[in-house]
């Protein structure tokens, strides 16, 4: 599969941008991911997206010299080298990948339309948060593709903690033009309720990218060896 990648320092940290284009896609192509058989039943579009994001994931962890492809856990989450974190997502013909010594999670998503904005809303936030939305200087849209894309990273850095919360367990507390902040309830874990977490986005192109990075560990949450930890962007 055709791919071109770049690095893009952001928040303090480097995210690893892989741009690849789907219709040069191969079945081949997944050979080299250790895991390529707990693939063979999903579609084409879904082994493309997950191709490009563990490229994108290799060249995020050869970065600080760890030379391994991240598994899939049963869950389907990317299994990381013990005391590193990850992310990654995709959209469209784009996915990226980020690591750390801390939870992280990383959201790319293409800004809806006024249509769907408006036909999603309600099921992405409440009237506080829509009027926080409505009071920023950003079109509707873009506001609450913010809101889905900053609920999503949270979700993705404490997903081992959590179990499928809904859009209503975090909360949006203030929107700017670099970054969104969220509120979590107790219906998100009670172990992190009533704490606020800051998500620093941009906008590439048509769609928006957020990042978070918590200051929260837990008990089983191993560090990375020094040699690691000396190589990773802060």
Not at 13 to 34: K, Q, T
Not at 163 to 185: C, E, M, Q, R, Y
Not at 197 to 215: C, D, G, H, K, P
Request: hydrophobic share 45%; with cysteine; proline share 6%.
């Amino acid at each position: 599969m055709r791919t071109s990648h770049f690095p893009l320092p952001f928040a303090g940290h480097r995210l690893h941008i892989v741009d690849f284009d789907a219709s040069s896609f191969h079945e081949h192509d997944l050979l080299w991911l250790p895991h390529h058989d707990r693939l063979r039943s999903a579609g084409r579009k879904r082994k493309a997206e997950h191709l490009a994001g563990r490229i994108a994931a290799v060249h995020a962890l050869r970065e600080v010299g760890v030379r391994t492809v991240p598994g899939m856990g049963d869950k389907r989450q990317p299994l990381w080298p013990d005391g590193l974190f990850g992310s990654i997502s995709h959209c469209a013909t784009t996915a990226l990948a980020v690591i750390s010594q801390q939870r992280i999670g990383i959201d790319i998503e293409k800004i809806m339309s006024q249509h769907t904005a408006t036909e999603l809303a309600p099921s992405i936030i409440d009237s506080d948060e829509r009027q926080i939305l409505q009071a920023s200087s950003l079109p509707f849209p873009l506001a609450l593709t913010l809101a889905f894309s900053a609920k999503e990273s949270v979700y993705k850095a404490f997903s081992d903690r959590v179990t499928l919360p809904g859009f209503d367990s975090a909360k949006v507390t203030s929107l700017t033009a670099t970054h969104i902040s969220l509120h979590l309830l107790p219906a998100f874990a009670a172990m992190m309720a009533e704490r606020t977490v800051r998500t620093e986005w941009f906008q590439r192109s048509n769609s928006v990218i957020t990042l978070v990075s918590a200051i929260t560990r837990f008990p089983h949450d191993r560090s990375a060896p020094a040699s690691i930890l000396s190589a990773i962007p802060r």
